[in-house]
Structures are given as C-alpha cells and as structure tokens.
C-alpha cells in the first residue's frame, strides 16, 4: 500500500542554518503530496502542497518539489528561525482516494 | 477564530472505562475524520463521517466508534480502553473526500491517558 517515509529526529539547528527534512513514498499512481507542520500545543496544519510531477510548494520560506523519478519530496528552508521549532509531516493523498497517509514525523529545534 | 475544536485537550480514563471525546466546527464542511497518533508515530486515520455516511478503517478496532449527530459535532467512543489506546486523537475536517487538491483542516487533538 501507499506509505510515506521521512527522517528521524530531533532536527537540530542554530538560527539562520539550512534545513533540509527529507521524504520519500511509495505509491500507486499520482498521488499528491505534502507537508503539515504541528506547533506545539496547536494542531497541523498544512504549510504546502504539489500535486502533479516536478511542481514546487513553497510557503513561509518553506520549499519542496515533487520529485518523481526519485519518489521524494524533501522540505527545504534557506534559513531557519526559533518560530519555526514544531513538528513536520510529510503526507500523500492518491489522486482517487480520501485518505491522507502521514510520515512518522520529524521534530525541528531551532536554537538562537 | 478556531475553526476545528476538540475537547478536552487532556482525557485521563481508567483502563475498561468507556470514554468520549468530542470534535466540533464552525467550517460547515461535508466530512469528519478521526485520526490516532501514538508517540513518535505516524498519525493513522480511525474513520471518517462524509455527511451521515460512516466509513471505517477496516483495520479499526471494534472497540472504536464514533456518532456523528449533526454537522458541526463528531464523536470518538471508546468502549473500553486499554493500555494501548493511549494517543493523541485529533479530529480533521474537509469540504469533500475525495480529490487531491481537498485541505484538511486539524483541530488541536486531545490526548488520551489510559490508567
């Protein structure tokens, strides 16, 4: 089945560092992907999108493109700030499917 | 302003003791979802309500229900609760099920302690 891969955390880095979180999938089809971001004591909430082959989601300073022929969707930040200390998910949802399959989840400190 | 809201934040039950968890929205969207998140895991979807339609995981367990009396409310019954059970439940929204350009909308969750 459909399943998303990202890595292990704690992600921790100095304020103004480059953040890259990687995610990989596996699916059927072309699903959509995404990354929803969790600060603490909030819900998730999406930060961005790509829905089709070598689109780019960006947001916040946050970007990912949908990589195709390596199956992945990597979240990058040029430089990070304390604010942006939270929880991220990678998540796909296929293109015929109600369903939103999450990553495990990597946590992201960021120090001052 | 919160658009997706789930009480409480924090539910501590006794092991076999039926609790309730509620999810409310403002946001007038078609669908429901109840997702579980255990620690360190992937959240991982329970159910979800299109309308009054029910449609379960089929690898949901029983001891999981969930009553959806109108729009704006959704519940999450679990009949007896185990040790395992304990998790962040969080409740989503959306305006339809299906098509991949669908936001989903999360509440804060509540998280469930099992004694």
């Known amino acids: 089945g459909d399943s998303v891969t990202q890595m292990e955390g704690p992600v921790t880095l100095s304020e103004e560092a480059f953040l890259t979180i990687n995610c990989t999938y596996t699916a059927t089809g072309y699903p959509s992907l995404f990354w929803y971001v969790q600060y603490p004591g909030e819900g998730l909430q999406l930060l961005l999108k790509a829905t089709k082959a070598d689109d780019k989601g960006s947001n916040k300073g946050f970007e990912a493109t949908y990589r195709k022929e390596t199956t992945s969707f990597h979240l990058e930040k040029g430089s990070v700030q304390v604010s942006d200390s939270a929880v991220y998910f990678c998540?796909?949802?296929?293109?015929?499917?109600?369903?939103?399959?999450f990553g495990s989840g990597t946590r992201l400190l960021v120090r001052p | 302003d919160a658009m997706v809201i789930q009480n409480p934040r924090y539910q501590v039950t006794q092991f076999g003791k039926p609790v309730t968890l509620s999810c409310s929205q403002t946001l007038n969207h078609n669908v429901m979802y109840w997702y579980q998140q255990k620690s360190s895991q992937a959240p991982k979807l329970l159910f979800h309500y299109y309308d009054k339609d029910f449609n379960n995981e089929a690898d949901t367990p029983d001891n999981f229900q969930s009553r959806r009396p109108n729009t704006s409310f959704c519940f999450l019954d679990i009949r007896s609760p185990g040790l395992g059970d304990a998790a962040m439940y969080l409740c989503a929204t959306s305006r339809a099920p299906q098509g991949s350009n669908e936001k989903l909308f999360f509440g804060s969750g509540t998280q469930l302690s099992v004694l």
């Open positions: 998540a796909l949802k296929g293109d015929s499917s109600y369903k939103l399959i």
